[in-house]
């Protein structure tokens, strides 16, 4: 630190010295300091961070009984789950992706070639509600639609893109400012390795963060965000007449599919905790439901994102920690993230191919989900990658107290790409 602290005194010479030859004023341009705060390194990290969980998140349609408190506490959540684990929710939009590709595929077999990739997402995310004569309307998601529309129980839904479009709150100005700031965030992180600069560990979160958000962003291309109220569909038949007295679990129509696997409809009971939501049936479908796993485009641009955000995390072997302790401490939780990420994968996978199998059962009641293996081995990697995360983002502050002194000079060209 003896450099840099020698730095400043000199500038203010400088300045000093300018101001005496000048009379006080200075003629011509003057450029912006060739340093930088902690403020700067803190508030450009925080800033890029809020804005890509916020303004990249798409979550479901809400039920009509959720109050602003309710819809701003999930959002919440799923910014922090965002935040502490970004790949997680990457997998969602990259599952749900592949759905809405399947969907596609069905209603255009169907003979429906009108149904797009938006509408898909948006009969998944709960935007059709059923409004059958025997029970309180529910949602449907587009398995079941496709079901109830081929089996003439339903008319196909007399809507367009335009209007699912339009029910979408998201704000175009918004995402151009998330774009140009995950620009920087990439551009500058890569000038300060190129010029041997040194990167915070705050930084380096940031640009993990930053690489699963555009990621994200690209599953969620074709979804609409924040929408509020779901298009109503009349079905004559009655839910009786339809479903034959089959048991179901979140909907009536759990025979078709289930609004599962996912947290608070499968593995809070397990757990024996409250289920959320508690309204059977359902009158949302949840964030947190797991529709299938990836395949195909889907799957190669999940496993790159992942091997991509481990590798930025493992990039920091190298880096100068103020204590010999934290160093190890991040090169062991970068190598926990490497390694549970695979494991997952691994026993994801297994547990997969188990689920398949239990869907492929003609006659069948639902499927008891978690399996006790899977819970456990799952929980147990899940509870590791948690306390590896937690450390990384701790460091990423405690790291400020104590950083090398290049670590506060400017990409060169830094100063004439604007940010936040």
Not at 145 to 153: I, K
Request: proline fraction near 6%.
């Amino acid at each position: 630190m003896a450099d840099f602290e020698q730095v400043s005194p000199v500038i203010e010479v400088l300045v000093s010295a300018t101001l005496e030859a000048s009379n006080g004023r200075v003629t011509g341009w003057v450029g912006d300091p060739g340093f930088r705060g902690t403020w700067d390194i803190v508030w450009t990290s925080v800033a890029t961070i809020f804005i890509c969980t916020f303004t990249l998140l798409c979550l479901n349609v809400p039920a009509k009984q959720d109050t602003f408190y309710v819809l701003f506490g999930r959002r919440v959540l799923w910014m922090l789950l965002a935040i502490v684990a970004p790949e997680i929710v990457l997998t969602y939009a990259a599952g749900q992706w592949s759905r809405a590709r399947h969907s596609l595929d069905d209603f255009h077999a169907s003979g429906y070639s009108q149904w797009t990739m938006r509408m898909a997402f948006f009969a998944d995310m709960g935007g059709f509600l059923l409004d059958a004569r025997d029970s309180v309307p529910f949602p449907l998601n587009a398995k079941q639609l496709h079901w109830l529309v081929v089996n003439n129980h339903v008319q196909y839904p007399d809507t367009d893109v335009d209007e699912i479009w339009d029910k979408s709150k998201q704000d175009r100005f918004a995402r151009f400012i998330t774009t140009f700031q995950v620009g920087y965030t990439i551009l500058h992180a890569i000038g300060r390795a190129g010029q041997g600069l040194a990167i915070t560990t705050l930084e380096l979160n940031t640009l993990g963060i930053v690489v699963c958000s555009l990621m994200t962003a690209f599953a969620w291309l074709h979804k609409p965000a924040d929408v509020r109220t779901p298009i109503r569909i009349t079905m004559v038949a009655s839910i009786a007449d339809i479903t034959g007295g089959r048991p179901w679990r979140t909907t009536p129509l759990d025979f078709i599919d289930e609004n599962g696997p996912g947290w608070a409809i499968n593995v809070q009971p397990f757990m024996r905790m409250p289920v959320i939501p508690p309204d059977r049936p359902i009158q949302r479908i949840p964030n947190d439901r797991f529709p299938m796993n990836p395949y195909g485009i889907q799957e190669y641009c999940l496993c790159f994102a992942t091997l991509l955000f481990t590798a930025i995390h493992v990039a920091g072997w190298h880096f100068s920690f103020p204590t010999t302790a934290e160093k190890v401490l991040w090169r062991v939780s970068s190598l926990i993230l490497f390694g549970v990420t695979a494991a997952f994968w691994i026993l994801e996978t297994a547990a997969s191919w188990k689920d398949e199998k239990l869907r492929d059962q003609p006659t069948r009641e639902p499927a008891e989900l978690p399996l006790a293996w899977e819970f456990w081995t799952i929980g147990s990697v899940a509870f590791l990658y948690g306390v590896a995360r937690l450390y990384m983002i701790a460091e990423a502050f405690l790291e400020l107290r104590d950083l090398d002194a290049t670590a506060y000079i400017n990409v060169n060209w830094s100063m004439y790409i604007p940010h936040v």
